[in-house]
């Protein structure tokens, strides 16, 4: 589109029914400009996104099952856990709560999404932002692994983190393939 109008999908349907037709045009406030369906109602949370984030193209908001649990159970994605997590995103923080589908939304996501390109909803879901529509979908496919992953370990005890030497391994050898992570052990000796 360009910066003033966006894609959306409407309200009610389920994402494999989606077709080019039943996109909706909205404006960066959220208002309908063209289609005719309802505008899903979490349109506010992907509009502060797209304002924070003059470099993202497409945000995906889910209700993912295991990285909504997660939330509920207070179990934070923060800590380095799984190598692909520390490389794609550093870390992955939890919002703090906020009403579904009310104003709250976009301000408790907005200074976490300017650092973070995946976001944990406290017991609402999943936000994740890309450069295009598959990114943004990846990315989500990598949270809810990790949540689901996490919540396996849990079952099975202690879950163990990455430390500073093993995050600056990790670090080392992806640099010899041309791979710049998202954390570095310098992140993880501040904690």
């Known amino acids: 589109m360009d910066d003033e109008r966006i894609l959306a999908t409407p309200s009610g349907v389920s994402k494999g029914d989606v077709t080019p037709e039943s996109l909706l045009?909205?404006?960066?406030?959220g208002n309908r400009l063209a289609g005719d369906r309802k505008v899903t109602s979490e349109i506010l949370l992907h509009c502060a996104v797209y304002r924070e984030r003059p470099d993202v193209n497409a945000v995906v908001h889910t209700h993912a099952p295991y990285a909504t649990?997660?939330?509920v159970a207070g179990v934070s994605l923060e800590d380095p856990v799984l190598p692909e997590v520390a490389v794609t995103f550093g870390k992955i923080p939890t919002a703090d709560y906020a009403t579904p589908a009310s104003p709250e939304g976009p301000e408790v996501i907005r200074k976490l999404i300017r650092d973070?390109?995946?976001?944990?909803?406290d017991r609402?879901?999943?936000l994740t932002a890309g450069v295009d529509p598959w990114q943004a979908y990846y990315r989500?496919?990598?949270v809810e692994h990790a949540a689901q992953v996490i919540?396996?370990?849990h079952q099975f005890g202690q879950v163990r983190t990455m430390n500073a030497d093993e995050i600056g391994r990790l670090v080392a050898a992806l640099k010899v393939h041309g791979i710049t992570a998202k954390i570095a052990s310098e992140d993880v000796a501040k904690e």
């Open 69 to 71: 649990a997660v939330t």
């Open 124 to 126: 609402h879901g999943t």
């Open 151 to 153: 919540f396996l370990a």
């Open 25 to 29: 045009v909205c404006d960066l406030e």
């Open 116 to 121: 973070y390109d995946a976001l944990l909803l």
């Open 140 to 142: 989500l496919e990598k």
